[in-house]
């Protein structure tokens, strides 16, 4: 299609992570894009309803018309319309992640004419995605770094398979451009807190999971708060049961994470132990950036105005994906890896922005 940008779907992992980014950097530049292979490489290929409501959501953000929307679809096209502020609700209607949505969507509030609030409904801690406490704790305030300031409000959880959580995002005063940032190397581990939940199971399970992490990093020395959440069974308003534990360290340059989600017949000390071994390993490499926010970060950096350099605790299928389309859909973005380059390996990476304004962009 001629103006169209064409995005493999199919593409390294092949997941939903390059519709997320297309349909991002597509409301914010105003060019067209065709998704095809959607998801290809996933047991059940094309959209599913957390990938319908992206794609929804994204659409109402910038008033775009969409072709080919519908479950199981393999192909999209996505024609973006003008950015706009104001409240918008959406109902995945399934345990499907809220965070995901959140990851399509909050590029593109950034550059809202006005206030934006999204409510979405789904699942806030569930598998194969980063829990609601981490973008509340970690990648918020590394979007600080980068003037970007938003509230993401937990109003109820909701764990795989029933669902039923909400969460509102919101940004009062949307930059309309984002800074530059240095975070390559994270400097001195200054202390560490968490919040270790449960829904609809014994408050024991969180006091357990807490207690396990906080035994595994207090060998870095610093003062480790880990917050117990928990509620009377009586007036436990949430669908549950669930449990998990998000673990993040403040460092003097940068604020790492670490996550685990409880499942039956998993006990509540190894889940505590897996979220702290993740943040320990991350912390390890030195690198400003844990394994998710090496990737998430890489989008932000390249609509930015400036250099960034951001340094990854290891490069994920996720990151280099992401690069690929970037580099389709925002050519003027450049990415230079100055160290590293392994699969699963710390690297570094130099990204020239693109520097997207509101008063330039395709805003309403």
């Known amino acids: 299609m001629s103006g169209v ?38 047991p059940r ?34 024609y973006p319309g003008r950015i706009r502020a104001g409240r918008f609700r959406f109902d995945i209607g399934t345990a499907g992640s809220i965070t995901l949505v959140l990851q399509a969507i909050l590029p593109v509030m950034a550059f809202a004419p006005g206030p934006v609030e999204v409510e979405v409904r789904g699942g806030t801690d569930v598998p194969w995605s980063p829990p609601v406490d981490y973008v509340r704790h970690v990648l918020r305030r590394l979007l600080e770094r980068m003037g970007y300031r938003f509230e993401v409000v937990v109003r109820r959880r909701g764990h795989y398979p029933r669902g039923g959580g909400i969460v509102v995002a919101r940004v009062s005063n949307p930059p309309g451009r984002l800074e530059a940032v240095e975070l390559d190397r994270r400097g001195e581990v200054r202390a560490i807190e968490g919040i270790s939940h449960t829904v609809r199971l014994p408050a024991h399970v969180a006091e357990r999971q807490a207690r396990a992490a906080e035994r595994l990093l207090s060998r870095l020395g610093v003062p480790v708060k880990i917050e117990v959440e928990y509620y009377d ?20 340059k940068s604020v790492l994470g670490g996550d ?78 100055v ?12 990204v020239e922005g693109a520097c997207i304004q509101r008063e330039k962009s395709h805003v309403a």
Request: glycine fraction near 12%; charge should be positive; proline fraction near 4%.
């Open 45 to 78: 290929p094309g959209l599913q309803r957390q990938h319908m409501v992206s794609v929804k959501a994204v659409a109402e953000l910038a008033g775009a018309r969409v072709e080919g929307l519908k479950l199981g679809s393999t192909e999209i096209v996505f």
């Open 260 to 337: 685990a989600l409880g499942a039956k017949g998993k006990p509540a000390e190894r889940v505590g132990e897996e979220a702290a071994a993740k943040l320990l390993e991350d912390l390890e490499t030195g690198m400003a950036l844990d394994r998710h926010a090496s990737d998430m970060l890489l989008t932000y950096a390249a609509i930015a105005c400036g250099r960034s350099v951001l340094g990854g605790s290891r490069l994920t299928s996720h990151a280099e994906t992401n690069m690929y389309i970037i580099g389709k859909i925002l050519p003027e973005a450049r990415f230079r890896l």
């Open 339 to 350: 160290e590293g380059g392994d699969k699963d390996k710390p690297f570094t990476v130099e």
């Open 5 to 42: 940008v064409e995005i493999d779907g199919s593409f390294g992992e092949g997941g939903g992570q390059i519709l997320r980014t297309s349909l991002a950097l597509s409301a914010l530049t105003g060019r067209p894009v065709r998704i095809f292979n959607i998801r290809a490489k996933r």
């Open 233 to 252: 069974p009586r007036r436990d308003p949430h669908l549950g049961p669930g449990s998990g534990i998000v673990v993040w360290a403040y460092t003097e």
